[in-house]
């Protein structure tokens, strides 16, 4: 029993000994504080080169849209399949040197009905889980949190409606800045932090011109319109770091205003606002030190 | 059908002679406004063509140094989607291929107006000044061929280089709408005795129904385009939020225009691909009324079903599913077109001649777009699918393949009606099989790459979507090789010294224009052909 007990308090201590060495690695602002938003780094949803499908689903919205996906493009493979296969058998057994007298027909009324009707029901088939999927994906009632993203030229800024006062803009980190483990062109150097098993509401606008907001692997995208807010959600369900990018054009840097959130437990998201509070001024990043570019003066002049 | 046509009135008005400039720029003849047309569309598929090598050569690698600015980018982008539409796929079937061959088709002498005729050509020459100054003036016009505001307006596209666009769009427009009522005086009034609406050949039909379509669509493009100028230059705000304006209306009138845009691109296309397919299989085609009133539904629903590309913008959830049953409905009719096709080449003789290559395909590339375009359809689905690569792979399969492979297909089937010379056979099926390996490699791939998350209209993208992109990039150098044997063939057919008979296809070809000399003399028809 004692031995034991030995054993777990050392391997409690080694534990903590290996926490505080990765916390020292990735300090937060102040190097003092632990990062709370480490728990997101275990897991990166991120795309990989000759990728030919969806990003893993990082959402339920996710898996459903990449449910449908499957659903509608494997119907649309089998008329493709069947078009093709009837083609290469009329190209091959009506050619002139196998068929030299051609037919005249030039009208076959069932068979003109047939092809009006089964491809009608092949519609009806489509559309019944298409229609499910519009109703499901529009129901952003009931959230647990909201936050306002505003797209500026060219960066995102994220306001938490929950938490009065923390309102902040992230950036991509440019290029000739990345460290290792970052993703050249995805990776930013505020993320937007989000808890993981909560119904996130998404209330996106934008300060100057249109703006997409778009998260592949949480199967969200809306634009973000001046004078309009567009809402969708998501339920992140586990840890990890997620990305999206810009997905309308919107000038001189539109690839260069990308989209990364760190989806942590929820007690860590909460520890993450307190050290944001305190880090992050209204609107304003308290280090901007990787702001690829000056500020759109005239944008926020407007706002 | 059967045609009769006196021989004596098909003298050759080889006497016909007249000067450069009068026959030229002042030209009214339907058959000369068709060859500017083409000549039109075949420097506006040069100038589009080479901006797309440059996009895609950028693309290449990722942080590629080609192009460093993405004002620049985005200008390119923008001329090359604007040009390859109106400046290349429009001229080429409808201004072109239209003014040469409805007139002959329907028994008529000419066009119902030749000196309009003229004028729209001329305006669409204008416009495409003013597109590449558009291009090039400034930092050029970035807002993408949508134009959406406020990214277009004076606030974030200070200069004048959008200006220039915009009203290129107004030329463009002018000169469509001028061809649209042309085209409708003609096929209504001035059809042969005996050629009734219902004996007409599918290419007339294909062209009478894009005809209504401009005419209905391009009004609506011109308004929101003036209420853009004026926002620009007046102080206006109709599409202004703080003046009491919204963006989302712009998308509304743009997409009012913009969806049967499509239809107007594509239908020419289907009309030629009728006629190739029945000449090259000596049929006549299945179900002829089927496929006329499939493109009059085409073009009807077409205009109902605008919204489905503002699937992720501001639209209620309703409309959503209104518009994206509308659009699922499209299938319906187009699938009576494709497979009518395939039932007129059923039981045919089929001779695998350069048209018929790019004829079939058309056919299947068409439908490998269109069944992603049922994918695009499902709003739900659209809200990971739209404006990435998988949209750019869609649109491209309808386009690049669809409308440009019914443009080569005719160009291959009419070019010794047009010109009198035969085409090298051996070269037009080196140029069908290299571009048709060079736009699937280069096209084919976006779809993986759509998938994977990545947005369109990027210069620069994350490391990961490389491989694709790089693929894609070697399709786009092969299609751009397989121009070159293209530039052979037409330089073949020019220096060609061999005279080609009436009907040079031979019982699969019925329709009039085989029924006159090749080349098509200057006046058609100096007796009414009857129409029995």
């Given at each position: 029993m004692k031995r034991k007990d030995g054993l777990a308090m050392k391997l409690a201590m080694l534990a903590l000994a290996t926490a505080l060495v990765v916390h020292g690695h990735c300090a937060f602002a102040q190097g003092a504080a632990p990062d709370p938003t480490a728990a997101a780094n275990g897991y990166v949803d991120a795309p990989h080169n000759w990728q030919m499908w969806f990003p893993a689903a990082g959402s339920p919205m996710q898996a459903r849209i990449d449910w449908l996906m499957k659903y509608v493009l494997w119907i649309m493979a089998g008329v493709v399949g069947f078009v093709a296969i009837l083609l290469g058998y009329v190209l091959i057994r009506f050619r002139a040197g196998r068929h030299p007298k051609p037919s005249q027909t030039t009208h076959n009324t069932l068979i003109e009905i047939i092809w009006v009707v089964v491809p009608c029901i092949i519609l009806a088939i489509i559309i019944i889980p298409s229609i499910h999927l519009i109703y499901?994906?529009?129901?952003?009632?009931?959230?647990?949190?909201?936050?306002?993203?505003?797209?500026?030229?060219?960066?995102?800024?994220?306001?938490?409606?929950?938490?009065?006062?923390?309102?902040?803009?992230?950036?991509?980190?440019?290029?000739?800045?990345?460290?290792?483990?970052?993703i050249r062109r995805l990776s930013v150097d505020h993320p937007l932090v989000l808890p993981v098993g909560k119904k996130i509401r998404f209330v996106i606008t934008s300060a100057d011109v249109l703006h997409g907001f778009y998260l592949p692997s949480l199967g969200v995208q809306k634009y973000a319109i001046p004078g309009t807010d567009l809402t969708s959600w998501t339920t992140i369900e586990k840890p990890g770091t997620y990305f999206g990018q810009c997905n309308q054009i919107c000038g001189m840097d539109h690839d260069a205003m990308p989209i990364e959130i760190k989806a942590v437990p929820l007690k860590d998201y909460l520890a993450w606002t307190k050290i944001a509070l305190a880090n992050y001024t209204d609107n304003t990043v308290s280090s901007p030190l990787s702001s690829p570019m000056p500020r759109n003066q005239l944008a926020d002049a407007t706002r | 059908m059967s045609i009769t046509v006196d021989d004596h009135a098909l003298i050759d008005q080889a006497h016909h002679k007249q000067s450069f400039v009068s026959r030229w720029l002042m030209s009214t003849n339907h058959k000369d406004i068709g060859t500017l047309y083409i000549t039109m569309a075949f420097i506006g598929a040069c100038f589009g063509g080479v901006l797309s090598m440059i996009m895609r050569q950028q693309l290449m690698y990722p942080h590629n140094d080609i192009i460093t600015n993405g004002n620049t980018w985005n200008a390119i982008i923008t001329a090359h989607g604007l040009i390859m539409i109106f400046w290349f796929v429009m001229p080429a079937l409808i201004g072109g291929m239209g003014n040469w061959f409805v007139p002959m088709m329907i028994g008529a002498p000419d066009m119902a107006f030749p000196r309009l005729n003229n004028m729209s050509f001329w305006f669409l020459a204008a416009g495409f000044v003013f597109v590449l100054l558009g291009l090039f003036l400034d930092s050029g016009t970035g807002a993408g061929w949508t134009l959406y505001p406020p990214l277009d307006n004076a606030?974030?596209?200070?200069?004048?280089?959008?200006?220039?666009?915009?009203?290129?769009?107004?030329?463009?427009?002018?000169?469509?709408?001028?061809?649209?009522?042309?085209?409708?005086?003609?096929?209504?009034?001035?059809?042969?005795?005996?050629?009734?609406?219902?004996?007409?050949?599918?290419?007339?039909?294909?062209?009478?129904?894009?005809?209504?379509?401009?005419?209905?669509?391009?009004?609506?493009?011109?308004?929101?385009?003036?209420?853009?100028?004026?926002?620009?230059?007046?102080?206006?705000?109709?599409?202004?939020?703080?003046?009491?304006?919204?963006?989302?209306?712009?998308?509304?009138?743009?997409?009012?225009f913009g969806h049967p845009e499509v239809y107007i691109m594509i239908l020419p296309a289907f009309g030629i691909i009728s006629h190739v397919v029945s000449t090259f299989s000596k049929k006549p085609i299945f179900g002829y009324l089927g496929m006329a009133y499939a493109m009059v539904i085409i073009g009807f629903v077409g205009f109902v079903v605008w919204a489905h590309h503002m699937f992720v913008s501001a639209i209620s959830t309703d409309s959503k599913i209104y518009f994206e049953v509308a659009t699922l409905i499209i299938a319906v009719p187009t699938g009576i077109k494709v497979f009518s096709w395939i039932a007129t080449m059923w039981g045919g003789s089929i001779e695998f001649k350069t048209p018929m290559l790019w004829a079939v395909g058309f056919i299947f590339l068409f439908v490998i777009g269109g069944a992603t375009g049922v994918v695009l359809a499902n709003a739900g689905l659209d809200q990971e699918l739209h404006n990435d690569y998988f949209l750019v792979a869609h649109f491209h399969y309808v386009l690049s393949m669809g409308a440009a492979f019914a443009i080569f297909a005719g160009f291959y089937f009419w070019i010794g009606k047009m010109s009198g010379h035969p085409y090298p056979e051996f070269w037009g099926k080196?140029?069908?099989?290299?571009?048709?390996?060079g736009v699937n490699l280069t096209f084919f791939p976006q779809h993986f790459l759509g998938l994977a998350g990545m947005p369109r209209r990027y210069p620069d993208y994350a490391d990961a979507f490389a491989g694709w992109n790089f693929v894609s990039s070697v399709g786009s150098i092969i299609s751009g090789l397989s121009t070159l044997v293209f530039f052979y063939v037409l330089y073949a057919v020019f220096t060609s010294k061999e005279k080609l008979a009436d009907n040079y296809w031979g019982e699969g070809a019925t329709t009039l224009e085989w029924a006159v000399p090749s080349p098509a003399p200057h006046h058609t028809f100096e007796d009414v052909p009857i129409i029995r």
């Open positions: 499901y994906e529009a129901n952003a009632s009931d959230p647990y949190m909201t936050v306002t993203v505003t797209g500026h030229q060219w960066y995102w800024e994220y306001k938490y409606n929950a938490v009065p006062g923390l309102d902040y803009s992230s950036y991509m980190i440019p290029d000739d800045q990345i460290k290792p483990g970052e | 606030q974030y596209s200070p200069g004048v280089a959008t200006d220039f666009t915009l009203f290129s769009l107004h030329l463009a427009g002018i000169s469509s709408l001028l061809g649209a009522i042309n085209f409708i005086a003609t096929i209504l009034n001035m059809r042969a005795p005996g050629m009734t609406m219902h004996k007409m050949p599918l290419f007339c039909w294909a062209i009478l129904v894009t005809a209504f379509l401009l005419l209905l669509a391009i009004p609506v493009l011109a308004g929101a385009v003036t209420m853009l100028i004026m926002d620009r230059n007046f102080g206006t705000s109709f599409f202004e939020p703080s003046g009491g304006g919204d963006p989302v209306l712009f998308q509304h009138l743009f997409w009012f080196v140029h069908f099989w290299t571009f048709f390996v």
